[in-house]
Nanobody, 116 residues
Framework: QVQLVESGGGLVQPGGSLRLSCAAS????????MGWYRQAPGKQRELAAV???????NYLDSVKGRFTISRDNAKNTVYLQMNSLKPEDTAVYYC??????????WGQGTQVTVSS
């Protein structure tokens, strides 16, 4: 059974930082491309950051230079370091393995609220 457990969200002021974590189980974590998605109220879910099994990364234009995705394959965990947060980063953040048969593999998400 695949489980993805996100944590680390919260309320932060504009300009602040948060580090999200996602612990995965039930999959051979090290072979998967992993993504951090986010969904703001009334908007579609979007891919914010992605990391390959070898550590190559890519980012949504609006988070480049502010967010850093990383992974620790020994701990089956993917991270998202978020700096210089803006109100428009407010969303529920989810991690998700990206593969053809991974459509159902979602966690409960973690809420990030950026507000003064």
């Amino acid at each position: 059974q695949v489980q993805l457990v996100e944590s680390g969200g919260g309320l932060v002021q504009p300009g602040g930082s948060l580090r999200l974590s996602c612990a995965a189980s039930g999959i051979i974590f090290s072979i998967y491309v992993m993504g951090w998605y986010r969904q703001a109220p009334g908007k579609q879910r979007e891919l914010a950051a992605v990391i390959t099994s070898s550590g190559r990364t890519n980012y949504l234009d609006s988070v480049k230079g502010r967010f850093t995705i990383s992974r620790d394959n020994a701990k089956n965990t993917v991270y998202l370091q978020m700096n210089s947060l803006k109100p428009e980063d407010t969303a529920v953040y989810y991690c998700h393995p990206i593969c053809a048969s991974c459509d159902d593999y979602w966690g409960q998400g973690t809420q990030v609220t950026v507000s003064s």
